[in-house]
């Protein structure tokens, strides 16, 4: 079955830029999405088809696809952004989400 | 605004069967392809089940399949799942999600809306 991995953790200050990254094979062929969950809440879109952004979503929030690896990166991170993120792609008509990573803002 | 509402889960004993509902509102429901995602606690997400529009193409991941059952009702706006047969590895908050994108074909689609969840419970 089709996997994506994902770091457990990343920390990051206050204002600087965290990247989060998401591999698996075949990334090439296909399109990410990422979302962010708080604790207690839901998941929520932040970056569809590998850099796109839903309109309500900061501009700080970007995303790429290159190669193996797909990347969220939030820049100038606030302590708002402390949640966990999920990537997620499709394979083979079912759709696989990473592990998660705990985004920690310290 | 979009708003998804689920409902219907609760405590249920191994062996035991439960159906979800979820109420859309805010869009037109009949155009969008919808699913179910589970997260275990502690856990993270994992996608069920998804149902085409008009309800004739269904698809399950294999962990479920055979057991859960997606369905909708457009003259309701409301998609459901029925679960039987549920294990103790089955309790989860159980998400409603929205489906959109395609326009590349399946590989682009992505998960824009959720519901807040219910929470479903396997014990003796």
């Known amino acids: 079955s089709y996997e994506l991995t994902q770091p457990p953790s990343v920390s990051v200050s206050p204002g600087q830029t965290a990247t989060i990254s998401c591999s698996g094979h075949k990334l090439g062929d296909t399109y990410f999405s990422w979302y962010q969950q708080r604790p207690g809440q839901s998941p929520v879109l932040v970056i569809y088809q590998n850099d796109k952004r839903p309109s309500q979503i900061f501009e700080r929030f970007s995303g790429s696809n290159s190669g193996n690896t797909a990347t969220l990166t939030i820049s100038g991170t606030q302590a708002v952004d402390e949640a966990h993120y999920y990537c997620q792609a499709w394979d083979s008509r079912t759709w696989v989400f990473g592990g998660g990573t705990k985004l920690t803002v310290l | 605004e979009v708003m998804m509402v689920e409902s219907g889960g609760g405590l249920v004993q191994p062996g035991g069967s439960l159906r979800l509902s979820c109420a859309a509102s805010?869009?037109?429901?009949?155009?969008?392809?919808m699913s179910w995602v589970r997260q275990a606690p502690g856990k993270g997400l994992e996608w069920l089940a998804d149902i085409k529009q008009d309800g004739s193409e269904k698809f399950y991941v294999d962990s479920v399949r055979g057991r859960f059952t997606i369905s909708r009702d457009n003259a309701k706006n409301s998609l459901y799942l029925q679960m039987n047969n549920l294990g103790v590895e089955d309790a989860a908050v159980y998400y409603c999600?929205?489906?959109?994108?395609?326009?590349?074909?399946?590989?682009?689609?992505?998960?824009?809306?959720w519901g807040q969840g219910a929470l479903v419970t396997v014990s003796s």
């Open positions: 999600a929205r489906l959109s994108g395609g326009q590349l074909g399946e590989k682009d689609y992505y998960f824009d809306y």
């Open positions: 805010g869009f037109r429901f009949i155009s969008y392809w």
